[in-house]
């Protein structure tokens, strides 16, 4: 699975960098910047980042495998 985020809707509140920090922060500027790809342990993360999201911008797609 891989993580997408809706730039169009993301408003970069950064509750996503609180829930996975390890896929998720904001630059210097305060823009979201994200790894796509994530690890199955980090799985439980993403989708608490996923649910945290005050705009629902946050989105699991299959890879393909």
Not at 15 to 30: E, K, S, Y
Not at 48 to 59: G, K, L, T, Y
């Amino acid at each position: 699975m891989k993580v997408n985020v809706d730039r169009t809707l993301c408003e970069n509140h950064g509750q996503c960098t609180i829930a996975a920090p390890d896929v998720f922060r904001l630059d210097d500027d305060g823009v979201l910047q994200y790894t796509e790809e994530f690890s199955e342990d980090q799985l439980d993360e993403v989708e608490e980042a996923i649910d945290v999201c005050p705009v629902q911008a946050i989105f699991l797609e299959s890879d393909g495998d």
